[in-house]
Nanobody, 126 residues
């Protein structure tokens, strides 16, 4: 059974950092690209980042570029999203998802991701 479980969310002050984890099971992480998405109340889902399965190439949305870093540990079946310099507008529920293809050169499309986790809440507030 394919499972993705996010953790690491919480409440943080502006300028702070969090590291999200996406623990996967039921499939071999090495073979799949993994993406992170987020959705805030009343807003559309946004593709945040993606890491490819092969050469580790990455994609970042302009809104997080330079602040967020995606990485993967295939041996431990986990993908991470390090989030630094957090802003109130980063507040959202964050989801990881398994891609059915490769990471795109442009914005992530939710339809390219076939399996999703339940999400973890990130709140950036003073």
């Amino acid at each position: 059974q394919v499972q993705l479980v996010e953790s690491g969310g919480g409440l943080v002050q502006p300028g702070g950092s969090l590291r999200l984890s996406c623990a996967v099971s039921g499939f071999t992480l090495d073979y799949y690209a993994i993406g992170w998405f987020r959705q805030a109340p009343g807003k559309e889902r946004e593709g945040v980042s993606c890491i490819s399965r092969s050469d580790g190439s990455t994609y970042y949305a302009d809104s997080v570029k330079g602040r967020f870093t995606i990485s993967r540990d295939n041996a431990n079946n986990t993908v991470y999203l390090q989030m630094n310099s957090l802003k109130p507008e980063d507040t959202a529920r964050y989801y990881c998802a398994r891609s059915t293809t490769t990471c795109p050169l442009g914005p992530l499309i939710g339809g390219d991701f076939g399996s999703w986790g339940q999400g973890t809440q990130v709140t950036v507030s003073s």
